[in-house]
T-cell receptor, first 111, second 113 residues
Framework: GQQLNQSPQSMFIQEGEDVSMNCTSS?????WLWYKQDPGEGPVLLIALYKAGELTSNGRLTAQFGITRKDSFLNISASIPSDVGIYFCAGQQGATNKLIFGTGTLLAVQP | DGGITQSPKYLFRKEGQNVTLSCEQNLNHDAMYWYRQDPGQGLRLIYYSQIVNDFQKGDIAEGYSVSREKKESFPLTVTSAQKNPTAFYLC????????????FGQGTRLTVV
């Protein structure tokens, strides 16, 4: 099955730094979602995007639905230690709206 | 509290044995899903169910089986035919099939020795 390309694969940053990650595809998506997975837990939905160009915030998190509908971006401002985890993008496409997940970005934040 | 519960959290089995992972939800959701997660990879869909007594194969169904006899329950059996069963297994549910907000369980880490 298809998977989305996420980058970077991992990031090691200092507390207080801003973080950017992205997700790209060769095909168009109708919806983009961003999830966070804490170690040993299931993913939790952070932000959902429904329209090309849409910019949505959730606290210190901001995500954008790319204009081409083939990519999406997630930014985290002023990172804190509890931001540690794996961030997944997911997209929905086609008539079925089946969810397709990205490969994940591992974020480590040093206090 | 409403939620989705997977059990057990950790499971060890000998090679060649079948094992069943439990997934229960009290969210009154119609759709349920099973995903497999391996290090450095995204979630891959094993099976999904839109309603009771109906389920469909996902992208990597070989070596797995499911049942959906009750709305609340969607157990996954990892059979001896699954060549590489050691992985983290996640169950999810949503109001309807492929609805945006899917809720995930805490996962079961299966180790086959």
């Amino acid at each position: 099955g298809q998977q989305l390309n996420q980058s970077p694969q991992s990031m090691f940053i200092q507390e207080g730094e801003d973080v950017s990650m992205n997700c790209t595809s060769s095909s168009i998506f109708n919806t983009w979602l961003w999830y966070k997975q804490d170690p040993g837990e299931g993913p939790v939905l952070l932000i959902a995007l429904y329209k090309a160009g849409e910019l949505t915030s959730n606290g210190r998190l901001t995500a954008q639905f790319g204009i081409t509908r083939k990519d999406s971006f997630l930014n985290i401002s002023a990172s804190i230690p509890s931001d540690v985890g794996i961030y997944f993008c997911a997209g929905q496409q086609g008539a079925t709206n089946k969810l397709i997940f990205g490969t994940g970005t591992l974020l480590a934040v040093q206090p | 509290d409403g939620g989705i519960t997977q059990s057990p959290k950790y499971l060890f089995r000998k090679e060649g044995q079948n094992v069943t992972l439990s997934c229960e939800q009290n969210l009154n959701h119609d759709a349920m899903y099973w995903y497999r997660q391996d290090p450095g990879q995204g979630l891959r869909l094993i099976y999904y169910s839109q309603i009771v007594n109906d389920f469909q194969k996902g992208d990597i169904a070989e070596g797995y089986s499911v049942s959906r006899e009750k709305k609340e329950s969607f157990p996954l059996t990892v059979t001896s035919a699954q060549k590489n069963p050691t992985a983290f297994y996640l169950c999810a549910s949503s109001t309807g099939l492929w609805y945006t907000e899917a809720f995930f369980g805490q996962g079961t880490r299966l180790t086959v020795v």
